[in-house]
């Protein structure tokens, strides 16, 4: 077998010293791997986050870091200053990122030189020994078989043309890298036509056919031809023309024409002209010099290319700047991080799905995405169909947080049972046979306004009207007020009681020693004054004692408004005019002679009650009084209903004054939470769930400005599992100002239209907006929400799955063909798998820059690769830049939201963090062996 050039060089590339010239894979694998290296790497990693704090400073290294410019503080820590920082010097010593934190983004696409990164490679660049980078080796070597078979064919004749077949292959790669007219041209222009033109110039009849055209007589004949190759020459360069201004066509046109005919012109004299040894030189040396015409054309293409993709998928000084601010925004979370030392919770695994678009904010695959419970502050929405997995994914979080024992919480659902289904995390569970009191806590404005909501929420029965409910609310408010006023003037003058007795006290004190010392004096006129003194003060004190024995009167209850409800429209007409019932009547007279309203903070609200009824209440027609009393009479009635909602000793929780107290929420760290399911309590155990949020909701509204630097102060959770069924105004309003306030709210509901009910679109959306960590699981019922997270997320600069990366694994790449049934020699259907390849199968379609398909036969190319015993059909993969997309296409739902998987977007240190996550939880018979075993360790 006659071996090849690349054969040649090859074995050539073998000899000390020649080895950098001649051997050409070696120089193409270097190349390659060159600009690989500066198109493929991990330029925006950090591990170590500049700070002016160094950590891990041994006491051998102290001298080391002093002399780079750092300074011990008497603490014993080591500082240096914002521009020391950033020195590699005393990157040893910086604080690591969280490991949530790091960045690394092991496919960056961005080079090294900050050059746009399709500028530096194209697709023919990136795999080793490609049929592009030998192609000036193909055109070259079909003049040496030229030569090679006029040399032989002097000493065996016609024999020695059989030396031409030493060009198939290199036809047939030039063929299949360019075009079949390449191959053709290549054929006659390179191969037959030097060898034609050589033996003609020993004197066959072309030469002697040239040196007669070139005598006098055939002139004229040579200036036809001449005429007809310059015409012919000037139209193939017009078609060849194909871009340009139409001026600048014509300098095109011209400027080859003049080129190939100087050419021609310049070949013809020299082989007619010089000596048969110089002109035999002459006629096989010049072809050889296309093979760099060659490749400055290659040259010349590739520049047009680059500068086009450069265009089309640049970087840019623009995002090169984002890229740098970019890192400053991830160094300056990673510090925050670092400095929050709340304790982490997991929120689930990155699966790397928006890691690999490029998409910034996406976490390192493999890492947990984590919140910090100063993350939390910021509020948690979690959406998911039902059975999507959501509560089990909130038993998990909620027995996390309360492992940090940092924080108390309210625990509740929409049909009270998610506190069943928890119950060994709870500390409070308000339950029927507790003694809990429905108005603790809550002045009269605030009770009234929990019965607004719950009217609201559709949680109390419905009304013929609103005027009419509207108007009921207004005397409902008027006589709580009362009801308050009442209960408060009677502690008012108890305790005003408890402070006469008191006087009356030191009073008997002071008479009993003036007794005993007129005895001693034998005073006999100022004992009998102290002894009558004394009497009389024991008489007083006897009296108030038993004043204060008696039970009150009225209860600060609900059951306690009810009943001056019923009485209220108990008004009888006598001479001076209307009269109220005498109880109103009786607590109009005690407030007012009690002196509570000397000291009350409502006292104008209070006489404002007592001026409505006595003015504006008792004037009114009987029956609109009456519709307006029937209206809230029957929304309280819903209260009492439920004959478990009771205390131990079967009094209504309605009727129960004081109780268990909320304030440990707030200040021991407890958790609380309704076990009432809706199917055994019905309404009222949803109205005492809402009622018992709302006293929480006082309380932390009623919390001093600086909570958080009190001793025994504590955030608040409030979780609420179908959330769209149990939040309201009070949630909205309190959710705002919640942060400041030690309040942080995680919600779960279905989706989107859920809460359209109980707000308006603008509204709902609003709401959402508070929530700063959002959680979308399953949820293909509702494509308005899976349309929210899309906008809500928004376009970036991303890398598409659809586009095929720039780094390209040569090895694994043609492994893979080399392992393919399609060229298996030994497959049992070889032949069959022969014709299928004949017919293209196994050639794939690259880039726009190579628009047609590309195929490299495994018999012309396996001596290419020596590591590779057999390479199959394969083509290069495409190289694309990044391109303006939405984060979450429409179909990247589908396609990665399903059971045990959620989109987390999460508020981490003051910035976002994103990725389709691997999310795990708790059944609800795991959730206390789950504490058992954490606790342990």
């Not at 001026?247 to 002209?273: Q, W």
């Not at 925050?336 to 689930?348: M, S």
């Amino acid at each position: 077998m006659i071996p090849t050039i690349f054969q040649v060089l090859s074995v050539l590339g073998k000899v000390p010293g020649l080895k950098r010239f001649v051997d050409v894979e070696a120089s193409i694998q270097e190349r390659t791997n060159e600009e690989i290296h500066e198109v493929v790497g991990a330029f925006d990693d950090f591990v170590k986050v500049p700070s002016n704090i160094l950590v891990d400073v041994k006491e051998e290294d102290q001298a080391i870091v002093e002399a780079y410019g750092a300074i011990q503080f008497p603490d014993g820590s080591w500082h240096v200053s914002d521009d020391l920082k950033h020195s590699k010097d005393l990157e040893s010593w910086m604080p690591n990122a969280t490991d949530d934190m790091i960045v690394r983004f092991e496919n960056s696409k961005i080079t090294r030189s900050g050059k746009p990164m399709d500028a530096v490679v194209l697709p023919q660049d990136t795999i080793t020994g490609s049929v592009s980078s030998a192609m000036p080796l193909m055109f070259a070597a079909l003049p040496v078989i030229a030569c090679a078979a006029f040399i032989l064919s002097r000493f065996f004749g016609a024999y020695g043309y059989l030396a031409l077949l030493a060009a198939v292959p290199y036809l047939k790669a030039i063929r299949v890298d360019k075009s079949a007219s390449h191959a053709i041209g290549s054929f006659f222009c390179l191969l037959i036509g030097p060898l034609f033109v050589g033996i003609q110039s020993l004197g066959g009849a072309g030469v002697a056919a040239l040196r007669s055209l070139m005598s006098g007589p055939g002139l004229i004949p040579l200036g036809i031809v001449f005429l007809v190759v310059v015409t012919l020459t000037f139209a193939c360069c017009y078609f060849s023309s194909k871009q340009g201004t139409k001026h600048e066509k014509s300098l095109d046109l011209f400027a080859r024409a003049l080129k190939v005919e100087v050419s021609f012109v310049v070949y013809a004299v020299a082989v007619s002209l010089l000596p048969a040894p110089l002109s035999l030189i002459f006629i096989f040396a010049v072809p050889n010099l296309y093979c760099i015409r060659y490749t400055q054309i290659e040259r010349e293409t590739r520049t047009s290319e680059t500068s086009s993709n450069s265009n089309h998928f640049t970087i840019g000084r623009h995002e090169n700047t984002a890229r740098g601010m970019m890192k400053k925004q991830w160094i300056a979370q990673a510090l925050r991080a670092l400095n929050d030392k709340t304790p982490l919770i997991p929120l689930g695994k990155a699966t790397g799905f928006l890691f690999n678009k490029m998409y910034r904010f996406a976490p390192v695959p493999g890492k947990m995405l984590v919140a910090s419970l100063k993350d939390t502050s910021q509020h948690i929405l979690v959406i998911a169909k039902s059975g999507g997995g959501k509560t089990f994914w909130l038993r998990k979080f909620m027995a996390l947080v309360k492992l940090t024992k940092w924080a108390g919480a309210i625990v509740g659902d929409g049909k009270n049972v998610l506190v069943r289904e928890v119950m060994s995390l709870m500390d409070i569970v308000i339950e029927p046979g507790i003694n809990l009191s429905l108005s603790q806590g809550m002045n009269a404005q605030q009770l009234v306004q929990a019965f607004r909501e719950l009217k609201r929420k559709g949680k109390m029965s419905e009304d013929e009207s609103s005027f009419w409910t509207s108007m009921g609310f207004i005397v409902l408010e008027h006589v709580a007020m009362i009801v308050e006023a009442a209960c408060e003037a009677e502690k008012f003058v108890r305790s005003n009681t408890a402070l006469l007795i008191s006087d009356e006290e030191q009073q008997l004190i002071k008479f009993t020693s003036i007794e005993r010392l007129a005895e001693l004096e034998g005073d006999q006129e100022r004992l009998s004054h102290a002894k009558n003194a004394i009497a009389e003060t024991r008489a007083n004190i006897r009296k108030l004692e038993a004043s204060l024995k008696q039970p009150r009167s009225c209860y600060w209850t609900i059951g306690q408004i009810q009943r001056f409800l019923n009485v209220v429209n108990q008004i009888k007409q006598t001479e001076k005019g209307f009269e109220l019932h005498e109880e109103f009547r009786g607590a109009f007279d005690f407030i007012e002679k009690s002196g509570y309203l000397n000291v009350a903070d409502a006292a104008n609200q209070i006489k404002g009650s007592v001026s409505y009824f006595a003015n504006t209440w008792a004037v009114m027609a009987p029956e609109t009084r009456t519709s307006i009393t029937s209206n809230i009479d029957n929304a309280l009635n819903d209260v009492f209903r439920g004959r478990h909602l009771k205390n131990a000793d079967g009094v209504l929780w309605a009727d129960t004054e004081t109780g268990i107290d909320f304030q440990g929420v707030l200040t021991n760290k407890l958790w609380i939470g309704v076990n009432l399911p809706t199917m055994v309590h019905g309404v009222g155990g949803q109205i005492t769930a809402d009622i018992v949020r709302m006293r929480v909701y006082n309380l932390i509204k009623n919390r001093p400005v600086n909570w958080a630097d009190l001793e025994g102060h504590n955030p608040v959770f409030n979780f609420i599992d179908e959330a769209q069924s149990v939040i309201g105004e009070a949630e909205r309003d309190l959710i705002a100002m919640a942060r400041s306030l030690g309040c942080y709210f995680v919600f779960l509901t279905q989706n989107i239209s859920s809460f359209l009910a109980n707000f308006s679109e603008h509204g709902a959306h609003n709401l959402f907006e508070l929530f700063a960590t959002k959680v979308l699981m399953q949820n293909e019922s509702s494509h308005s929400t899976y349309k929210y997270f899309q906008e809500m997320l928004g376009k970036a600069r991303l890398t598409p799955y659809k586009t095929a990366s720039v780094g390209i694994n040569n090895q694994a790449m043609l492994q893979r063909y080399a392992n393919s049934a399609l060229v298996d020699p030994e497959h049992p259907d070889a032949v069959f798998m022969q014709k299928l390849r004949e017919k293209g199968v196994g050639a794939i379609q690259n880039s726009y820059v190579h628009s047609a398909p590309r195929q490299i036969d495994v018999k012309d190319a396996a001596h290419r690769f020596e590591d590779v015993a057999r390479i199959k059909n394969f083509d290069l993969e495409t190289v694309q830049g990044t391109e303006l997309s939405w984060v979450m296409d429409d179909d990247d739902f589908a396609n990665t939201l399903f059971q045990g998987q959620a989109l987390i977007v999460v508020s981490r240190a003051g910035s976002t963090r994103t990725e389709i996550c691997e999310v795990g939880g708790l059944e609800a018979d795991q959730v206390e062996d789950f504490m058992r075993e954490n606790r342990r360790v």
